[in-house]
């Protein structure tokens, strides 16, 4: 042994490895023990706590040969230990080095050694190996598949759906509008679209107050002329009553006359409609928001429905549509396109190869508009007959009419054209129900709440009227997650659950992270939370008890310390 000042000699250096073999990462820590003259007490490099972490992640322990700064190469055959050792005979060898150390060795003196940042992956990394174990289960048929619209991957807090948007063929991930804004210049003049066909009612036009509100935002930030616009056919405007044009005046809304609500070549209709029905078909309360397209005294328009409410920022929709982009969102119930909401920056061209398209075009159930069919949709969806079946064919699918119409109008879409054609969240900018929202959705990223409209909502984001909480809450402060291995804990029935709809199911071990859902064989639906010590099911789908229970929770679970 060398003297207080001199080359330190350690009895004894080896590492812990700490091998988390079902996460795929390995952290190792390096353990000296040095000597001094001062007295005979061995201490490790590392505190107990990262012991006890590093043993409770299964350790493995190796020597190794380490350069270090004064310190020499330790010697191997002093520690009289195998390469490889468990759990167990890892923390007696570690006691026994020390005792036999504490023996031999005066009083030391400790250097720590640099230890790693993280001995445990990352939380995204546990809940990408809880994903990923669940995936791999059902694929095999081992576990139940749940409804999609209820996956296990959605989180309320990460924003909107994850691939309810479409190209015109398949569902696919949303474009980002908010980035593509950013790109729009200063200035400009912009328009907030609104449409009446037919004799008003009273009350009217209720949520006015609110695009007024984001009209007034989007003029101030980007400097620009933003105005309110109502389309209305031409022989409907004698039909508005001196309380509708105070409303007009109050709000400055500028009426357009339209001169068609359908196509004027358009010669196919259902066969137990015709013209001179004000009802009965959607067609021509949907076809008559396509003069929206041919506004082209402004850089950007944006039509919305009259029952949509503003409960957030959509400027960023307008900014970039300017930019050179048709943006629209998917249905509530499965339809590919919604046409409550969509915005463009208009061109007349756009507006006659919607009239060109019209002519000689028809529809049926089976093959859609054209024979374009219904793709991404599995078959029919609603309003495939009227304008959002219309639209989606014209704009976003390849038919033979609409490239003839497209062409006869001098006018080319997608990446290389005058006009791209994108779909954006519709969780966020055109919200239609909960339908394809993560579940327990935050409400607070709702920006054009759409519907549901009456007071009796469910489980779906109501109006403001009508929301008397947020849906979720910010989450507590997430603890350092440990190292920790996927568990299947079982969650058994809940028949006789005396109104509560919820149960807890104590874990033996520490939690660190859960699969966000589950489900039964029969399509029960549970939202799954988790403390430390317990994991909590509730039905979602209804309130009701189950008693069905093959339900199963896959939660990451690191061992409790020993103590």
Same mark, same amino acid.
């Given at each position: 042994?060398m003297?207080?000042?001199?080359?330190?000699?350690?009895?004894?250096?080896?590492?812990?490895?700490?091998?988390?073999?079902?996460?795929?990462?390995?952290?190792?820590?390096?353990?000296?023990?040095?000597t001094?003259?001062?007295?005979?007490?061995?201490?490790?490099?590392?505190?107990?706590?990262?012991?006890?972490?590093?043993?409770?992640?299964?350790?493995?322990?190796?020597?190794?040969?380490?350069?270090?700064?004064?310190?020499?190469?330790?010697?191997?055959?002093?520690?009289?230990?195998?390469?490889?050792?468990?759990?167990?005979?890892?923390t007696?060898?570690l006691?026994?080095?020390?005792?036999?150390?504490?023996?031999?060795?005066?009083?030391t003196?400790v250097?720590?050694?640099?230890?790693?940042?993280?001995?445990?992956?990352?939380?995204?990394?546990?809940?990408?190996?809880?994903r990923?174990?669940v995936?791999?289960?059902?694929?095999?048929?081992?576990?139940?598949?749940?409804?999609?619209?209820?996956?296990?991957?959605s989180?309320?807090?990460?924003?909107?759906?994850?691939?309810?948007?479409?190209?015109?063929?398949?569902?696919?991930?949303?474009?980002?509008?908010?980035?593509?804004a950013?790109s729009?210049?200063?200035?400009?003049?912009?328009?907030?679209?609104?449409?009446q066909?037919?004799?008003?009612?009273?009350p009217?036009?209720?949520?006015?107050?609110?695009?007024?509100?984001?009209?007034?935002?989007?003029?101030?930030t980007?400097?620009?002329? $933003?105005?309110?616009?109502?389309?209305?056919?031409?022989?409907?405007?004698?039909r508005?009553?001196?309380?509708?044009?105070?409303?007009?005046?109050?709000?400055?809304i500028?009426?357009v006359?339209?001169?068609?609500?359908?196509?004027?070549?358009?010669?196919?209709?259902?066969?137990?409609?015709?013209?001179?029905?004000?009802?009965?078909?959607?067609?021509?309360?949907?076809?008559?928001?396509?003069?929206? $397209?041919?506004?082209?005294?402004?850089?950007?328009?944006?039509?919305?429905?009259?029952?949509?409410?503003?409960?957030?920022?959509v400027?960023? $929709?307008?900014?970039?549509?300017?930019?050179?982009y048709?943006l629209?969102?998917?249905?509530?119930?499965?339809?590919?396109?919604?046409?409550?909401f969509?915005?463009?920056?208009?061109?007349?061209?756009l507006?006659?190869?919607?009239?060109?398209?019209?002519?000689?075009?028809?529809?049926?159930?089976q093959?859609?508009?054209?024979?374009g069919g219904?793709?991404?949709?599995?078959?029919?969806?609603?309003?495939?007959?009227?304008?959002?079946?219309?639209?989606?064919?014209?704009y976003?699918?390849?038919?033979?009419?609409?490239?003839?119409?497209?062409?006869?109008?001098?006018?080319?879409l997608?990446?290389?054209?005058?006009?791209?054609?994108?779909?954006?969240d519709?969780?966020?900018?055109?919200?239609?129900?909960?339908?394809?929202?993560?579940?327990?959705?935050?409400?607070?990223?709702?920006?054009?709440?759409?519907?549901?409209?009456?007071?009796?909502?469910?489980?779906?984001?109501?109006k403001?009227a009508?929301?008397?909480?947020?849906?979720?809450?910010?989450?507590?402060?997430?603890?350092?997650i440990l190292?920790?291995?996927?568990?299947?804990i079982h969650?058994?029935?809940?028949?006789?659950?005396?109104g509560?709809?919820?149960?807890?199911?104590?874990?033996d071990?520490?939690?660190?992270?859960?699969?966000?859902?589950?489900?039964?064989?029969?399509?029960?639906?549970f939202?799954?939370?988790f403390?430390e010590?317990?994991?909590?099911?509730?039905?979602?789908?209804?309130?009701?008890?189950?008693?069905?229970?093959?339900?199963?929770?896959?939660?990451?679970?690191?061992?409790?310390?020993?103590?």
């Amino acid at each position: 042994m060398m003297s207080n000042g001199q080359a330190l000699q350690p009895e004894g250096f080896f590492w812990m490895q700490a091998d988390h073999a079902l996460l795929g990462q390995t952290s190792t820590v390096a353990i000296s023990t040095e000597t001094s003259t001062a007295g005979k007490q061995t201490r490790s490099s590392i505190s107990e706590m990262m012991i006890d972490q590093a043993l409770a992640a299964h350790i493995s322990v190796s020597h190794a040969p380490m350069v270090e700064a004064e310190l020499a190469r330790p010697n191997p055959a002093a520690l009289g230990a195998p390469h490889e050792l468990t759990t167990t005979q890892s923390t007696t060898f570690l006691q026994a080095a020390s005792a036999e150390s504490a023996s031999t060795l005066p009083e030391t003196t400790v250097t720590r050694t640099t230890l790693p940042r993280q001995l445990a992956p990352s939380r995204e990394e546990v809940k990408q190996r809880i994903r990923d174990h669940v995936h791999k289960l059902r694929s095999k048929g081992r576990l139940p598949k749940c409804r999609d619209q209820f996956r296990d991957d959605s989180d309320p807090r990460s924003g909107g759906c994850k691939t309810c948007c479409n190209d015109g063929v398949r569902w696919k991930p949303c474009f980002d509008v908010e980035t593509c804004a950013q790109s729009a210049p200063l200035g400009g003049k912009y328009a907030f679209v609104l449409v009446q066909v037919g004799r008003p009612g009273w009350p009217w036009l209720t949520f006015l107050d609110t695009m007024k509100a984001q009209a007034n935002m989007l003029a101030s930030t980007s400097k620009s002329t $933003v105005d309110i616009v109502l389309l209305i056919p031409e022989w409907d405007v004698k039909r508005l009553s001196q309380n509708h044009l105070s409303r007009i005046a109050q709000f400055n809304i500028k009426i357009v006359k339209v001169p068609w609500t359908l196509p004027p070549l358009l010669r196919w209709w259902p066969d137990d409609w015709n013209p001179t029905k004000t009802a009965g078909w959607c067609g021509p309360q949907d076809l008559v928001r396509l003069h929206t $397209v041919g506004l082209d005294e402004y850089d950007a328009a944006a039509f919305f429905d009259q029952d949509i409410e503003f409960h957030g920022d959509v400027t960023p $929709v307008l900014r970039c549509a300017a930019t050179g982009y048709f943006l629209s969102t998917a249905g509530g119930v499965g339809e590919p396109l919604n046409v409550g909401f969509f915005a463009v920056r208009p061109d007349k061209r756009l507006l006659q190869a919607a009239e060109f398209f019209a002519e000689n075009v028809t529809f049926n159930r089976q093959n859609g508009w054209d024979k374009g069919g219904f793709a991404p949709a599995g078959g029919y969806f609603v309003g495939a007959e009227c304008g959002q079946g219309y639209l989606h064919t014209l704009y976003y699918k390849d038919t033979k009419k609409a490239r003839m119409a497209l062409k006869a109008a001098n006018i080319k879409l997608g990446s290389n054209g005058a006009v791209k054609m994108e779909q954006i969240d519709k969780c966020i900018w055109n919200y239609q129900t909960g339908s394809d929202c993560p579940y327990k959705y935050d409400c607070n990223l709702v920006r054009a709440h759409h519907k549901p409209t009456q007071k009796d909502h469910g489980r779906d984001c109501p109006k403001l009227a009508y929301r008397t909480t947020t849906t979720t809450s910010s989450p507590p402060p997430l603890k350092p997650i440990l190292p920790c291995d996927i568990v299947s804990i079982h969650v058994g029935d809940h028949c006789k659950c005396n109104g509560v709809y919820s149960k807890k199911i104590a874990a033996d071990g520490i939690i660190q992270e859960c699969q966000l859902s589950t489900c039964n064989p029969p399509g029960d639906m549970f939202s799954v939370t988790f403390t430390e010590s317990e994991v909590k099911i509730t039905r979602e789908d209804a309130d009701g008890c189950w008693c069905d229970g093959d339900i199963k929770v896959h939660c990451c679970i690191a061992p409790k310390a020993d103590h």
